[in-house]
C-alpha cells in the first residue's frame, strides 16, 4: 500500500504541551476561587481522561464538588493556555519539523487528529511552525469535532474521510495510549513517540515505538526519501517494532 498522509497527534506528539495545560487548569482554578490544584502526579493520572472538560468534570466527580461549571471553566483554561503558548519559548519535539518538511517533499496529506480544542492547536503553531504550515495541513480535526474523544477513533475517522484515503495508507504519529488505540482500531498504521507523562503507557499494538521523531533521520544520509514509500520503509525499519 502507498503512503499518502501524515496524520499528526498535537499534545506529547508535536510538542510536550502537556505542563502548558495543567498550569492553565491551575490558574483558571484558581482565578474561579476553587480549592483545586493540579500536581504533576494527580495532572498524569487525570490525563487518562481525555478533554479538558471532561477532565474538569471528573475531578468535580471525584472530589464531590457540586456545582462545577465545566464548559466556563474550560474557557477560561484555553484562555490561559493561548497566553502561555505566546508568553514562552514553545520547542517542538525533535524530529517534528523536519519530518513535516519531508512529507511536503514527497507530496504527501498532512494532517492532525487531536482531543484538544482547536483555539490550542492555532496558538501552538503560532508559537512555532506558523499559521502559513498550518493552512498546509489538508485536515485539521479536533475535540470540537466529535462526540467522543479518544481513544473513540471518531477524531481519525474524520481525517480519513476528509483526506479520501484508506487507513492503511496513512501514517498515525502518538505520544499515548489513547491516542494510539484510536488509531489503530482504524487499523492506521501509528509510530508512538512516549511523552512525558505517557511513558508508562501500555503501547501494545504500535507499529513503531521510538524515542524522538528525529531517531527517523539517524544516520542522516538514511532518510532523504524522494518517494513515499521510502518514508514507509524507513517507518518500518526505525521503530521498534511490537508484536
Ligand atoms: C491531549 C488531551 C487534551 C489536552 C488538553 O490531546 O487529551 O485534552 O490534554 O486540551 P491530544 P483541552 O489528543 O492532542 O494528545 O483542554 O483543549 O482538551
Ligand atoms: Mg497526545
Not at 472538560?53 to 461549571?69: K, N, Q, S, V
Not at 485539521?140 to 475517522?157: F, H, L, S
Not at 508508562?200 to 524522494?226: K, M, V
Request: aromatic content about 8%.
Amino acid at each position: 500500500m502507498t503512503l499518502k498522509a501524515l496524520i499528526f497527534d498535537i499534545d506529547g506528539t508535536l510538542a510536550e504541551t502537556e505542563e502548558f495545560h495543567r498550569l492553565a487548569f491551575n490558574k483558571a482554578f484558581n482565578e474561579a476561587g476553587l480549592p483545586w490544584y493540579w500536581n504533576q502526579a494527580v495532572y498524569g493520572r487525570l490525563l487518562k481522561v481525555t478533554g479538558g472538560r471532561e477532565r474538569i468534570l471528573a475531578y468535580a466527580e471525584e472530589t464531590c464538588t457540586p456545582g462545577i461549571d465545566a464548559a466556563t471553566l474550560h474557557k477560561s483554561k484555553t484562555g490561559f493556555y493561548k497566553h502561555a503558548m505566546a508568553q514562552n519559548t514553545i520547542e517542538l519535539r525533535d524530529g517534528v519539523e523536519r519530518l513535516i518538511k519531508v512529507g511536503l517533499e514527497n507530496g504527501l496529506a498532512l494532517a492532525i487528529a487531536t482531543t484538544t480544542s482547536r483555539p490550542n492547536v492555532d496558538s501552538l503553531f503560532a508559537a512555532t511552525l506558523g499559521a502559513d504550515v498550518l493552512s498546509r495541513f489538508q485536515s485539521v480535526r479536533t475535540g470540537e469535532d466529535v462526540a467522543a474523544k479518544k481513544p473513540d477513533p471518531e477524531v481519525y475517522q474524520l481525517v480519513l474521510d476528509d483526506l479520501g484515503i484508506k487507513p492503511e495508507e496513512g501514517y498515525a504519529f502518538e505520544d499515548s495510549a489513547n491516542g494510539l488505540k484510536a488509531a489503530r482500531k482504524l487499523g492506521i498504521p501509528t509510530l508512538v513517540t512516549p511523552g512525558i507523562y505517557t511513558r508508562d503507557d501500555d503501547f501494545s499494538g504500535a507499529d513503531c515505538i521510538t524515542e524522538s521523531l528525529g531517531n527517523l533521520f539517524e544516520p542522516s544520509a538514511e532518510l532523504s526519501p524522494r518517494n513515499p514509500d521510502q518514508l514507509l520503509a524507513v517507518l518500518a525499519s526505525k521503530g521498534r517494532a511490537v508484536a
